[in-house]
C-alpha cells in the first residue's frame, strides 16, 4: 500500500466492517491490486462471542472484572489469528489447495458451527490441481469455529476449522 492510496483504504476497510455488520457475515477478505508491485490485501473478520467469552473468564480471576474486560477485545482481536493454530481441537489443512465448504455451489455447507461430528465425517473439500480432496473430521466432537470461507486459498498447515 503506498501513501497515494492509504485514506482511500481506510475508507475501503471501513466500508468492509460497514458491510460485514449490515450482512451478518464472520468474515470478509479481499485483495486490490493497484499495479504491479502495490496490492492491498485486507481480512476483517467477527471474533466469535464463544472465544470471547473464554477470554473474559480467563481474566476474570485475575483482577477487577471492570478493568480487564475494558482492556480484553484489543488483545483477544490481536490475538485472534495466532491462536486456532495452537489450539488442540484445530484441523489443519493436510495440502496447498482452495476450500470448498459444501459439495457445490448453492448446497448446503458439510457442516456449521454447533455441528455435533463423528471421526472420519466430511467436513470440507480442498481442491487441489483439479481433484477435490475430503478433508475427513480428525475425531468426533462438535463445531466450535470455521476458520476459513468457501473458495478461499490455503496453505499447508493452516487451520481450517475448531472441533472441540
Given at each position: 500500500m503506498t501513501k497515494d492510496h492509504a485514506s482511500a483504504d481506510v475508507a475501503f476497510i471501513q466500508a468492509l466492517a460497514e458491510l460485514l455488520n449490515a450482512n451478518d457475515l464472520t468474515e470478509i477478505a479481499v485483495d486490490r491490486e493497484y499495479g504491479e508491485n502495490d496490492t492491498l490485501s485486507v481480512r476483517v473478520c467477527k471474533q466469535p462471542a464463544a472465544v470471547t467469552n473464554v477470554h473474559h473468564a480467563a481474566s476474570a480471576p485475575s483482577g477487577a472484572a471492570p478493568a480487564p474486560a475494558a482492556a480484553a477485545p484489543a488483545p483477544a482481536a490481536t490475538a485472534a489469528p495466532s491462536d486456532p493454530a495452537d489450539h488442540p481441537?484445530?484441523?489443519?489443512?493436510?495440502?496447498?489447495?482452495?476450500?470448498?465448504?459444501?459439495?457445490?455451489?448453492?448446497?448446503d455447507p458439510f457442516v456449521s458451527v454447533g455441528t455435533q461430528v463423528t471421526a472420519g465425517q466430511?467436513?470440507?473439500?480442498?481442491?487441489?490441481?483439479?481433484?477435490?480432496?475430503?478433508?475427513?473430521?480428525p475425531h468426533s466432537g462438535v463445531v466450535k469455529r470455521i476458520l476459513v470461507s468457501d473458495g478461499t486459498a490455503v496453505e499447508y498447515g493452516a487451520p481450517l476449522m475448531i472441533i472441540e
Amino acid at each position: 500500500m503506498t501513501k497515494d492510496h492509504a485514506s482511500a483504504d481506510v475508507a475501503f476497510i471501513q466500508a468492509l466492517a460497514e458491510l460485514l455488520n449490515a450482512n451478518d457475515l464472520t468474515e470478509i477478505a479481499v485483495d486490490r491490486e493497484y499495479g504491479e508491485n502495490d496490492t492491498l490485501s485486507v481480512r476483517v473478520c467477527k471474533q466469535p462471542a464463544a472465544v470471547t467469552n473464554v477470554h473474559h473468564a480467563a481474566s476474570a480471576p485475575s483482577g477487577a472484572a471492570p478493568a480487564p474486560a475494558a482492556a480484553a477485545p484489543a488483545p483477544a482481536a490481536t490475538a485472534a489469528p495466532s491462536d486456532p493454530a495452537d489450539h488442540p481441537g484445530a484441523v489443519a489443512s493436510p495440502m496447498v489447495g482452495t476450500a470448498y465448504l459444501a459439495a457445490e455451489p448453492g448446497a448446503d455447507p458439510f457442516v456449521s458451527v454447533g455441528t455435533q461430528v463423528t471421526a472420519g465425517q466430511t467436513l470440507m473439500i480442498i481442491e487441489a490441481m483439479k481433484t477435490m480432496n475430503h478433508i475427513p473430521a480428525p475425531h468426533s466432537g462438535v463445531v466450535k469455529r470455521i476458520l476459513v470461507s468457501d473458495g478461499t486459498a490455503v496453505e499447508y498447515g493452516a487451520p481450517l476449522m475448531i472441533i472441540e
